[in-house]
């Protein structure tokens, strides 16, 4: 999900709160990133940066209140961006000059696995107690099953307990309700930027609690590093400058495997950043949703949930979800497991809002349940299709020259395009994503995703060859200077917006 | 969902912002009504009331903001009503001693058409548009079939359009929603009680809107009145008291067919209502969840949606769901129909955190265009079904030579227990709701509602007969001062909860 830059605001230098939606509206469900830009006069980046998610916010409606006008105002955003690409969306057959979308996070590579298991009879089961009010923890033959399927790929120690799982319509929800429960309005949590862009909404919209980024960069610097690599050091700072702001931080949101970075926290790293956060008496939010989407066994991807010992267990809320692991961001099934029972209570209160169905729970049950198929079928054969993707993308990054990040996890790469630039400038950034969509290719920039250096993109990788080649051709087609507009595109397709927020 | 109230507040006289909640944790997701009681310095009951939903709060967590532990502390008042009803369900084999719930609205008399309906294989259909991130204001096929199903069964004179249809999980988050894109934290909406209090939570929690009350009395003033009658006047008088406390009233809440009155408003009367909200320039949410659930034709239900021409279109807000009128609260289905853009938009924004399940969207819309099932089979039968089990209760109550209120609409009655109060206090109220509770049989107390008069209850009447007939025998015990404790009750049933907040 994304909006076209506007022409006034191309002086930007940097977007703290600029967020990223992924999930669009629109028949396909597609979600593309979009794109925040900040008015000239702001402050320069730091180190560390209060985000404000309404820093170029202006209109309003005669009918709404002034967060209503503001909670509108981010769908509009992303409707610009659901009416650039949906209205030439790319199809082989009817729509081959079409965009290819390689900017959301899906995982369109297993739908045939899918749609063959939850297509089986033992699917469809229609109780009196599956239509009437649920539990709105979750029905507990489902949190049973959450707790026994978490205990067995997180590797925990010990079984994890029914009692602490927490069952809602996804983990953005579960970002708003965590939010809500954890701070004062006008509070705010600790994220490492990159970051998936979207939570700056989840925690806003209903919270009104703000992100605080702890800004990381690709220059390495010494033995055992690696770009963008968070250290305690850099969380610390971020935390000072919060306070010297007068911004009080109530947690510290960690993505693990990291999205758009694919990099993946060893135990050691889990362990100083979680003692990091209980010196400072912060809740962590570890969000695991790509857990299961580790197609590289050398990755050494650990669950904080496989931890021996946590180091503040009343403070640490681990999420994680359908939506990237089982490529079913249309199911909206989340999870959130935490010993704190306030919390976890809490956060149930506001279930009533975020509830699913009890025919979805018990779809839920039954494929959590089903061992054999996950085991057997679906992850090995998705691991297998992941990593084939990635292949196929990376050495045509590598034929081209072109530097990337990637750590065998999730479903992009995070690829360096600064040499593209003529310019380090999130100006510069933004021109060459829209020679990308103007070749009818739609990626997702780095400033969308709070990045500090100019030139970075998100690619997705997690879809079938024919899409991949075609939109790596046109990626190709860019940046060896050639863009070759495809034939019959409207033209409305590369222009401005009207609005200014529009 | 309910509380025992506390010893300590016993001198309570009235509870603005009370709420009943419905819809509660546990196997069989039955929901019943709790009770919020009242400090005793607190102002008296006017014909107005600005209520304050934590007026009795007190405990806090050192892990939850302050908000939080409020959110926490309305789950933990239901869970002690999970407690008490759910250690002691009624099961005809298994537990005949345990306590029969007529204190939740469901309908529980239609199962068997449902489960077979949702049952058949057209209801299993597992698409990759489906898995994939939806359109937030509900898939375009589930909206288009939903304004068909609203022009048809709320005789629109006009096709409606699917453009003006959000989906979302429930009609609980429609009203969080709404309560948060039309009004600043703080500001309220006018609400006739007594009225469905869970909308106190549902308005609050995420919010912070509040409700200003509209007292209806059970008098009858003149002719072609009836008791509990909305009149203009009365919600002038509730907007200017409002007003005079420096309240901020931005919107009226009616729902129609009533509850728990059960009343149904004429089209002259409807008129009347949405002329002084124009008048004010007031948001009207028209809760419209039973209208197909009026089982006497002669109660002449019309929606809003019918009228020829709304006041004021842009400020007339319509729901509907599931739960009721097709008895499936678990499915979690509901929508809004509003012509205002921007507050549909706005509530599409915060779709993220309300969306459901593209597997259920399908199932819905399935069922919402078998017309010949819903028009040939359901409603017939359930209408049926719905008349037979409340021409049971009544019969059993005049025999009784208990008045009551009830217009053939709904699943419950609304019953007149004044005579059996030795004082017509809450208090006497509460104590003999308990004594209900100690002979297994769970009704809902007016003060749950904001009925402003100690003495009414609310009985859901629409269950299978044998368990009406043994909560019948067990009310009638209770009132004919025979109070028989079921055998084997366990003796913490009926003790006080320990905590002040327990």
Redesign the interface.
């Known amino acids: 999900m994304f909006t076209l830059p506007q022409k006034e605001s191309r002086m930007t230098t940097a977007c703290p709160g600029s967020d990223s939606i992924?999930?669009?509206?629109?028949?396909?469900?597609?979600?593309l990133e979009r794109e925040c830009s900040r008015k000239p006069d702001q402050k320069a980046l730091k180190l560390y940066g209060v985000g404000d998610p309404t820093a170029t916010f202006s209109s309003s409606?005669p009918?709404?209140?002034?967060?209503?006008?503001v909670?509108?105002w981010?769908?509009?955003l992303?409707?610009e961006g659901y009416r650039t690409y949906h209205m030439d969306e790319y199809d082989e057959d009817k729509n081959p000059s079409g965009i290819i979308n390689l900017g959301?996070s899906?995982n369109?590579l297993c739908?045939d696995l899918?749609?063959r298991r939850?297509?089986q009879s033992d699917?469809?089961q229609?109780?009196?107690?599956?239509?009437?009010?649920?539990?709105?923890?979750g029905?507990?033959f489902l949190r049973e099953e959450v707790a026994r399927f978490l205990s067995f790929y997180c590797r925990s120690p010990a079984p994890l307990k029914p009692e602490n799982v927490v069952v809602l319509?996804?983990c953005?929800?579960l970002f708003?309700a965590l939010a809500?429960?954890?701070?004062?309005?006008g509070?705010a949590f600790l994220i490492p930027a990159p970051y998936y862009g979207a939570i700056t909404?989840?925690v806003y919209?209903?919270g009104n609690v703000r992100l605080v980024c702890v800004y990381l960069d690709s220059e390495v610097t010494g033995l055992e590093t690696r770009p963008f690599q968070l250290t305690v050091e850099k969380l610390e700072m971020a935390l000072q400058g919060a306070n010297s702001e007068g911004v009080k931080v109530?947690g510290l949101i960690l993505i693990n495997p990291q999205n758009p970075l694919g990099d993946v926290y060893s135990p050691g790293e889990l362990q100083e950043y979680l003692e990091f956060a209980k010196r400072h008496e912060l809740?962590v939010m570890m969000d695991e949703v790509y857990m299961l989407s580790v197609f590289e066994e050398s990755a050494g991807y650990c669950s904080v949930l496989s931890l021996e010992r946590l180091p503040d267990p009343?403070?640490t809320h681990v999420m994680w979800a359908a939506s990237k692991d089982f490529?079913?961001?249309?199911?909206?099934?989340g999870t959130l497991y935490t010993e704190?029972q306030?919390?976890a209570?809490?956060v149930?209160?506001?279930c009533?809002?975020?509830?699913?169905?009890?025919?979805?729970q018990y779809?839920m049950a039954q494929l959590l349940r089903d061992r054999d198929w996950i085991n057997q079928v679906y992850l090995p054969e998705n691991h297998a299709r992941l990593k084939a993707a990635h292949t196929y993308v990376s050495e045509d990054l590598r034929a081209l020259g072109i530097p990337f990040v990637s750590h065998g996890a999730g479903f992009f790469i995070w690829v360096d395009l600064r040499k593209y630039l003529p310019e380090a400038t999130f100006e510069e950034e933004v021109l060459l994503w829209r020679r990308f969509l103007e070749n009818k290719v739609l990626l997702s920039f780095g400033k969308a995703f709070e990045c500090k250096e100019p030139g970075w993109f998100r690619l997705v990788f997690s879809d079938k060859t024919p899409r991949l080649r075609l939109g790596m051709q046109r990626v190709r087609q860019v940046l060896e200077g050639q863009p070759q507009l495809a034939e019959g595109a409207p033209p409305h397709q590369i222009q401005e917006p009207q609005g200014p927020h529009r």
């Open positions: 992924q999930g669009l509206p629109g028949n396909k469900g597609d979600g409606s009918y709404l209140s002034s967060r209503g006008s909670i509108k981010f769908w509009d992303a409707e959301t899906e369109k739908f899918l749609s939850l297509s699917m469809l229609v109780e009196p107690s599956l239509l009437q009010y649920p539990d709105w923890r029905h507990p319509n996804g953005a929800s708003s809500t429960v954890l701070c004062e309005a509070e909404q989840h919209l209903y109530k809740h009343q403070r490529g079913m961001s249309g199911l909206r099934f704190n306030d919390v209570t809490a149930a209160s506001l009533r809002y975020h509830g699913l169905s009890g025919l979805v779809q």
